[in-house]
């Protein structure tokens, strides 16, 4: 495949923090298999329609592992590190995952409930006393998430400030030098090895200690194995969470209603929050894929050794799958929506990240009923990136 020549661009661009890349309604209509160049100069195959995402989610010939080899394709000049679950196939993938998600249960998640409740709480709180207006980012969307993973992880109190400054470091796509976000991720692997090390000689209830004390037949995870896992959960599940938060309370307070659309019933909540995972994509794109072998998607051949990208925002927004899929709509049901994957990688952390939006939310209306934006829609901005997008501020007031 021919390298830094021109074309189609990836990811597209936005027009406003409101509306998806226009060029996706195009793509599924006209190429749903479209040749693009990503920000390395590389080329890859970008998949828009419902069913070819889904296919290149889940398809065994379209690896993980591959994104690190040498010679494959590159989203960026700077991979994704080996050795995690995002950059893993079976059988070293499923071995790795089936440790962690035999740790990491939906029935911790449930125990964790009434903290990551008081959690919210800690943060409205002060928010509140502040009279408003605010920067609901700064408030909460940003602190929120990061509080939720100490929890998880088991990191003392005492450690989380500067716990959630490396992280903070580590997350920022701007605000840090290459060789600051270097020596934070060490500071911070550095830490997570002596938390660690703690856990092993006096285990508590977190994830850390449950993973320190999981083992196979091939015995417990390895000390390298389970640092990575640490950071693997805070960088899939911190900015990812920080983003949907920002953007579901953004459409909200764009829809007559409001926050008063939060409603009080589990199972109405639990939809509620799915059509806002549906329409709030975490990115302007999906993840990427390099093919293993010769397939054939959509009529169109790929030749193995390409990059392919399964966009999960254009598939969500598929008008064969999801009627006026641009609306929001709160009482939409049952729509399997593909914002946390398909297949094999399937979000680990989804049970965590819907309880955590399901109790944000919840304690949000409670808190604040009158929640509204404090500056027109038209002049809230998306941070988009690579990984991740974000608002850049959410400003609002209430009373
Ligand atoms: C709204 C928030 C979130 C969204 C939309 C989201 C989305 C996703 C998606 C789309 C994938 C699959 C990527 C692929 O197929 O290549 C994924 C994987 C993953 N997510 Fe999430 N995620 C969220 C929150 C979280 C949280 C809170 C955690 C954990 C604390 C987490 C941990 C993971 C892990 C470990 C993987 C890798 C799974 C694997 O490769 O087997 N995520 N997530």
Same mark, same amino acid.
């Given at each position: 495949? &021919?390298?830094?020549?021109?074309?189609?661009?990836y990811?597209?661009? *936005?027009?406003?923090?409101?509306?998806?890349?226009?060029?996706?309604?195009?793509?599924?209509?006209?190429?749903p298999?479209a040749?693009?160049?990503?920000?390395?100069?590389?080329?890859?195959?970008?998949?828009?329609?419902?069913?070819?995402?889904?296919?290149?989610?889940?398809?065994?010939?379209?690896?993980?592992?591959?994104?690190?080899?040498?010679?494959?394709?590159?989203?960026?000049?700077? #991979?994704?590190d080996?050795?995690?679950?995002?950059?893993?196939?079976?059988?070293?993938?499923?071995?790795?995952?089936?440790?962690?998600?035999?740790?990491?249960?939906? *029935?911790?998640?449930?125990?964790?409930?009434?903290?990551?409740?008081?959690?919210?709480?800690?943060?409205?709180? #002060?928010?509140?006393?502040?009279?408003?207006?605010?920067?609901?980012?700064?408030?909460?969307?940003?602190?929120?998430?990061v509080?939720?993973?100490?929890?998880?992880?088991?990191?003392?109190?005492a450690?989380?400030?500067?716990?959630?400054?490396?992280?903070?470091?580590?997350?920022?796509?701007?605000?840090?030098?290459?060789?600051?976000?270097?020596?934070?991720?060490?500071?911070?692997?550095?830490?997570?090895?002596?938390?660690?090390?703690?856990?092993?000689?006096?285990?508590?209830?977190?994830?850390?200690?449950a993973?320190v004390? %999981?083992?196979?037949?091939?015995?417990?995870?390895?000390?390298?194995?389970?640092?990575?896992m640490?950071?693997?959960?805070?960088?899939?599940?911190?900015?990812?969470?920080?983003?949907?938060?920002?953007t579901?309370?953004f459409t909200?307070?764009?829809?007559?209603?409001?926050?008063? =659309? %939060?409603p009080?019933g589990?199972?109405? =909540?639990?939809?509620?929050v799915?059509?806002?995972?549906?329409?709030?994509?975490?990115?302007?794109?999906?993840?990427?894929r390099?093919?293993?072998?010769?397939?054939?998607?959509?009529?169109?051949?790929?030749?193995?050794?390409?990059?392919?990208i399964?966009?999960?925002?254009?598939?969500?927004?598929?008008?064969? *799958?999801?009627?006026?899929?641009?609306?929001?709509? &709160?009482?939409?049901?049952?729509?399997?929506h593909?914002?946390?994957?398909?297949?094999?990688?399937?979000? =680990?952390?989804?049970?965590?990240?819907?309880?955590?939006?399901?109790?944000a939310?919840?304690?949000?209306?409670?808190?604040?009923?009158?929640?509204?934006?404090?500056? #027109?829609?038209?002049? %809230?901005k998306?941070?988009?990136?690579?990984? %991740?997008?974000?608002?850049?501020?959410?400003?609002?007031?209430?009373?």
């Amino acid at each position: 495949m &021919p390298h830094h020549s021109s074309g189609r661009s990836y990811p597209p661009v *936005r027009r406003s923090a409101t509306d998806l890349p226009e060029e996706y309604a195009q793509l599924r209509a006209g190429a749903p298999v479209a040749e693009v160049v990503m920000p390395s100069g590389d080329h890859a195959y970008l998949m828009s329609r419902y069913d070819d995402v889904r296919t290149v989610l889940s398809d065994a010939r379209c690896s993980r592992a591959a994104t690190v080899l040498p010679e494959s394709p590159k989203l960026t000049a700077v #991979p994704f590190d080996a050795g995690g679950l995002f950059t893993m196939d079976p059988p070293e993938h499923t071995r790795l995952r089936s440790l962690v998600a035999g740790a990491f249960t939906a *029935r911790r998640v449930e125990l964790l409930r009434p903290r990551i409740r008081e959690l919210a709480d800690e943060l409205l709180g #002060p928010m509140a006393e502040g009279g408003g207006p605010a920067d609901f980012n700064e408030a909460f969307a940003f602190p929120f998430p990061v509080a939720v993973i100490c929890e998880l992880l088991g990191v003392p109190f005492a450690d989380r400030e500067m716990f959630r400054g490396w992280s903070d470091a580590i997350l920022s796509l701007t605000a840090h030098t290459a060789q600051e976000m270097l020596e934070h991720k060490l500071a911070l692997v550095g830490y997570l090895q002596g938390l660690a090390a703690e856990k092993r000689r006096t285990p508590g209830d977190d994830l850390l200690s449950a993973l320190v004390g %999981v083992h196979d037949d091939e015995g417990p995870l390895t000390e390298h194995e389970l640092i990575t896992m640490a950071m693997t959960l805070l960088i899939a599940g911190h900015e990812t969470t920080v983003g949907v938060l920002g953007t579901s309370v953004f459409t909200l307070l764009r829809h007559d209603g409001g926050l008063g =659309l %939060v409603p009080s019933g589990e199972e109405e =909540l639990a939809a509620l929050v799915e059509e806002l995972l549906r329409v709030n994509p975490i990115g302007d794109g999906g993840p990427l894929r390099v093919t293993t072998a010769d397939i054939e998607v959509a009529g169109t051949k790929v030749a193995a050794g390409s990059a392919v990208i399964g966009a999960i925002c254009s598939a969500n927004r598929d008008e064969s *799958r999801f009627p006026d899929p641009d609306r929001f709509d &709160p009482s939409r049901r049952g729509t399997a929506h593909l914002a946390f994957g398909f297949g094999p990688h399937y979000c =680990l952390g989804a049970p965590l990240a819907r309880a955590e939006l399901q109790i944000a939310l919840t304690a949000l209306a409670r808190c604040f009923p009158s929640l509204r934006l404090a500056v #027109p829609a038209a002049d %809230v901005k998306m941070h988009t990136g690579l990984l %991740v997008n974000r608002l850049e501020s959410l400003p609002v007031e209430w009373g």
